[in-house]
């Protein structure tokens, strides 16, 4: 379908403007409202994420694609009836306590939702209760904490901690990035992984839901 | 009268790292040296990334740098402990830290070393609120800081704020909220300093040299007097210099053409 290429053309040219019309041409066409995200829009954001991996797109780029990702979505979300919108899972993310730092988690988030998750954002310096308070009312498959400081990485540490003394660690499957972070790192407090940027965090997080 | 602190001693960059693991000092040696031959005032020590023996490496770098230049050292930790592990060993008089900022409990812990080892300081123009978006953002932090310190007895002329870059690439306007911080706090403060370790506005984008340099460039032109910098990369190097005599900062262009004389313009444009 020729409408499905053109919105996920304009997905990854970052055409803010013409997003709209082009799904709204979609649902006039009669297309399934579930098929146009999945084909269309997704289809765009999953161009742009190897793109953005390899150096061959900019930040600023990725930004406006999400853009017309949530565009689109927004017009196409009250014809999805009552399943709503099929996501890949559900991820909560935040920067971690003590730590203000919030590019790169947003960068995260905004791939993420790009790739089909559900993503419950839970800010900057979060707190490892909060996190938990989160997992327990939440039930994600997967929880993002980012730092960028060395002095707040730490903190990784005490929410994973956390996580084990409430009981809630065998429910979910602890990611972290950032600045200082490393794979030993992950390894040394026992996170089950790292991922050294927005995109790598796409995969990672595939991987890991894929493998449930 | 510039200031070029020179970055490259830093932990978390791997060979430095690599280094530290073996105590291999000839590379530390060779960081310090190169940095200072190439116009750094101050060289930074920054281990931050060792969590776990941040205070034994401070030492034994601070020892070494200080054993290979005269260059003084500005040491680079949120770290109190670390701050003063590295103070208490240095021989120097002029040193700097790096840094303070409004964020809750660390002026208070970082302050009585400013004062006891009579350091200048890095004040970053941020507090617990958050990350400053907006230059009236940044002012709240300077203003409050700059109280602070006259208070606790500070000189003007040991402060340098630090506005704090973020990437364009993620905020349209990040350079433009930090070249009107710097005008305001020139304007306001003009004895102060200022500083800025700039590469953060490239962040996300291709041909991050071209962004930096440029960047630093337009700084200068709003009151920016100090940078933490690779002071090795000579075309950022000329650039300051070049800017230095174009703001009107160099009698009879004198660095201009010793510089041009000893060959730091010899460089691709």
Known sequence: MAILDE?????????????????????????????????????????VAPLFRDGEMFVPEVMEAADCMKLGTALLKPLLGDAGMETKGKIVIGTIDGDLHDIGKNLVVLMLESNGYEVIDLGIDVEAETFAQAVEEQKPQIVGLSSMLTTTMMQMDTTIKCLEDKGLRDQVKVIIGGAPITQEFADEIGADGFSKDASACVELCDSIVNAA | ???????????????????????????????????????????????????HDELEIMEWLVNIVQDEVDTPICFDSPNHEALRRGLEVYKGTDSMINSISG????????????????????????????????????MKVVDALYAKLKADGIDDDRMFFDALVKPVSSITTAGLEVLNTNRRIKDKYPDTHQIL?????????????????????????????????DPTNQKTMADIITATTLIGQDNYCKKYIKSNRKGFFDIDD
């Open chain 2, 1 to 51: 009268m510039l200031t070029i602190v020179g970055e490259l001693i830093n932990t978390s960059r791997k060979a430095v790292n690599e280094a530290v693991e073996a105590r291999d000092e000839s590379v530390i040696r060779e960081l310090a040296r190169k940095q200072a031959d190439a116009g750094a005032t101050y060289i930074d020590v920054n281990c931050g990334s060792r969590v």
């Open chain 2, 197 to 229: 370790g700039l590469s953060n506005i490239s962040y996300g984008l291709p041909k991050r040299a071209r962004l930096n340099r440029v960047f630093t460039v337009m700084t200068m032109t709003q009151g920016v007097d100090g940078y933490i910098i």
């Open chain 1, 7 to 47: 919105i996920k053309e304009a997905v990854v040219d970052g055409e803010t403007d013409e997003i709209e019309e082009l799904v709204q041409q979609a649902i006039d066409e009669g297309i399934d409202p579930n098929v146009i995200i999945n084909d269309g829009l997704i289809g765009g954001m999953d161009i």
């Open chain 2, 103 to 138: 964020e809750d409990g660390r002026y208070e812990t970082i302050i009585p070393l400013v004062k006891e080892y009579n350091t200048k300081i890095v004040l970053l123009c941020m507090d617990s609120s958050g990350m400053p978006e907006t230059a009236d953002d940044r």
